[in-house]
């Protein structure tokens, strides 16, 4: 029996742990597989071949998650992640930093602009990653803020309108396809130097990718690539808000900032669990698995497993190794990993040196209603 009313947004870590001491690999009464140890979740998201990834059928256009990179096996998860790794190359990342720069700076001045209490994730954690990604995307100014509310419903299933209104997990996606849809169709008949025009161009194995196969890239990039970097922007703001002394040391240490980002995505990780489907019976620490059984691994618990890390409750800066799966394993490890890293050490240096330190005002955090991922909708900070 697994009891989910004992995990607490903000500290789960608590229920992590009682789990990993009493149910490494737990069978729920539905019959779904838990995974909460670091060997178990690392073997969960590495051997593919015992793990599916597949979500539904992957040629379905109202369903373009399941065409997306994150719900593919091999062969065909090979040959689509090979053409898109090459728009993230070390070099096409690199090449984004001065304009990550200047979009960072832009809005630390305008929360210097703004006296007393701000909101971080509104004035911060989540301009940045949506403004990035609607630019690679090609996306209008104008149409930016539909990122965060689409994103938002297809995390956690609603979302809250500027209306007042609520979008469920079903229209966000609808709504997405329409709006990806007709964008595909203007860039293939006018392309321009975007990331759908490249994907439009490409071709794999001979083939060019299906306009299922490029709304599902579109949409996996949007909600992938914006809500993994704002929870972790947010969460190494809370985190150094408990541990003020590492807040000056990142001013003049690009080291210092690198080695907090990294303990931030073990000691917080945004993204908590995935999942995975088994291929055929089979054991998984101890525990028979059936086939077809849906698997959970947790991977916000494994980066807090005493037999991995040692004093893993500690939040401890350029610990070495530092082995954490905040992004994943194996063929499915997160392809904008080193994009949200790069935006978390930018935007954490440049606030370091313009702010004497950050207050987050704990009492009024507004934690994500979800286990799929941690992070906030709203974060009251004092800047000093």
């Known amino acids: ?31 779904d597989v838990h995974a909460f140890g ?26 373009p998650i399941a065409a997306s990179l994150i719900s593919l096996d091999p062969p065909r998860h090979r040959q689509l992640r090979s053409l898109v790794s090459q728009a993230f190359t070390p070099r096409a990342i690199a090449a984004l930093a001065p304009r990550i720069e200047e979009i960072s700076s832009g809005l630390i001045q305008d929360m210097k602009a703004t006296s007393g209490e701000v909101d971080f994730v509104e004035t911060f954690s989540v301009p940045l990653p949506v ?3 609607a630019e690679l995307l090609g996306i209008p100014l104008e149409d930016r803020d539909k990122f965060k509310v689409w994103s938002d419903a297809i995390i956690s299933g609603t979302a809250e309108m500027d ?3 609520e979008l469920n997990f079903t229209d966000a996606q609808r709504e997405m396809v329409m709006y ?10 006018r392309p321009k130097e975007d990331f759908v025009s490249q994907l439009l161009a490409a071709t794999v194995d001979g083939e060019r990718l299906s306009p299922t196969d490029i709304l599902g890239f579109c949409i996996l990039l949007l909600v992938a690539g914006n809500e993994t970097t704002t929870n972790l922007l947010s969460n190494a703001i809370l985190t150094l808000n408990e541990h003020q002394e590492f807040w000056s040391s990142m ?32 054991e998984l620490g101890g525990v028979q698995i059936p086939a077809n059984a849906a698997v959970v691994a947790w991977m916000g618990s494994a980066n807090r497993d005493e037999a991995a890390f040692e004093h893993a409750e500690q939040f401890v800066p350029g610990r070495s190794p530092n082995r954490h799966v905040a992004f994943g394993h194996g063929i499915h490890f997160c ?16 606030l370091a040196r313009e702010f004497r330190r950050i207050d987050v005002d704990t009492s009024r955090l507004v934690s994500i209603p979800t286990s799929f991922v941690y992070g906030f909708y709203h974060m009251p900070v004092t800047l000093a």
């Open 1 to 31: 029996m697994i009891d989910f009313s004992e995990r607490d947004k903000l500290n789960p870590f608590t229920w992590y742990e009682r789990m990993r001491r009493e149910n490494p690999v737990l069978v729920d009464e539905d019959g």
């Open 180 to 189: 990806f849809g007709e964008m595909i169709a203007e860039r293939t008949r």
């Open 251 to 282: 001013r003049d240490s690009a080291a210092m900032v690198e080695n907090v980002v990294e303990e931030v995505l073990r000691y917080r990780s945004p993204v908590q669990h995935m999942y995975r489907t088994a291929t055929r019976d089979l």
């Open 163 to 165: 209306s007042g209104g």
């Open 38 to 63: 670091y060997e178990a979740v690392k073997k969960v998201l590495f051997e593919h071949e015992l793990f599916s990834s597949r979500r539904g059928p992957a040629d379905d256009p109202n369903n």
């Open 335 to 350: 392809l904008g990993a080193p994009l949200a890293r790069l935006e978390a050490k930018i935007s954490l240096t440049q």
């Open 131 to 133: 403004t990035v990604i």
